[in-house]
T-cell receptor, first 113, second 112 residues
Framework: EAQVTQNPRYLITVTGKKLTVTCSQN?????MSWYRQDPGLGLRQIYY???????DKGDVPEGYKVSRKEKRNFPLILESPSPNQTSLYFC????????????FGQGTRLTVV | SQQGEEDPQALSIQEGENATMNCSYK?????LQWYRQNSGRGLVHLIL?????REKHSGRLRVTLDTSKKSSSLLITASRAADTASYFC????????????FGRGTSLIVHP
């Protein structure tokens, strides 16, 4: 089954404790991206990647890191999480080029206390 | 920055009525897509309309695109309670990355 898998689905952590949210897709997609969703703000793009070893900042990259060492994986790293990073996070992937749809993971609800 | 903005922010209708939501965007696009999100879950792609298309249908969905006004509309006909969800438009004009950027969404509630 074609899918984007995020883990964990739920995470509560403390300020400053490094964490990684994993994202994996099995569709051989070139493009992958991370979004955060906050009430009233919609989905905001954090980082995106157009291919292996190619990553770019989105609209809200501060406090996040990503890597794309393999085509299928695109982890989101919070080196020192803060409470303002409490949010619902989504990973998405799509084929290269325009006129293609994005496939989303089920989301990771992160709470930083 | 966010490219598409949906209007209205919230819409409440009765089952059987039509629901119309609009999307405005700022810069030229290659395509515009509509997605649906059930509460707290991942987005699901509904329909894509290319910049050279004016109207597209998929089941009970009808999408229009007016590139001169930089706007699109999504019409859901004969709505059902199961259509209750948030609807987002997405455009690909993000520095030419072709990765969609989203608006804030329209929250649709369909009362049985």
């Amino acid at each position: 089954e074609a899918q984007v898998t995020q883990n964990p689905r739920y995470l509560i952590t403390v300020t400053g404790k490094k964490l990684t949210v994993t994202c994996s897709q099995n569709m051989n997609h070139e493009y992958m991206s991370w979004y955060r969703q906050d009430p009233g703000l919609g989905l905001r793009q954090i980082y995106y990647s157009m291919n292996v070893e190619v990553t770019d900042k989105g609209d809200v990259p501060e406090g996040y890191k990503v890597s794309r060492k393999e085509k299928r994986n695109f982890p989101l790293i919070l080196e020192s999480p803060s409470p303002n990073q409490t949010s619902l996070y989504f990973c998405a992937s799509s084929y290269r080029g325009y006129n293609t749809e994005a496939f989303f993971g089920q989301g990771t609800r992160l709470t930083v206390v | 920055s966010q490219q598409g903005e949906e209007d209205p922010q919230a819409l409440s209708i009765q089952e059987g009525e039509n629901a119309t939501m609009n999307c405005s965007y700022k810069t030229s696009i290659n395509n515009l897509q509509w997605y649906r999100q059930n509460s707290g879950r991942g987005l699901v792609h509904l329909i894509l309309i290319r910049s050279n298309e004016r109207e597209k249908h998929s089941g009970r969905l009808r999408v229009t695109l007016d590139t001169s006004k930089k706007s699109s509309s999504l019409l859901i006909t004969a709505s059902r309670a199961a259509d209750t969800a948030s609807y987002f438009c997405a455009t690909d004009a993000s520095g030419g990355s072709y990765i969609p950027t989203f608006g804030r969404g329209t929250s649709l509630i369909v009362h049985p």
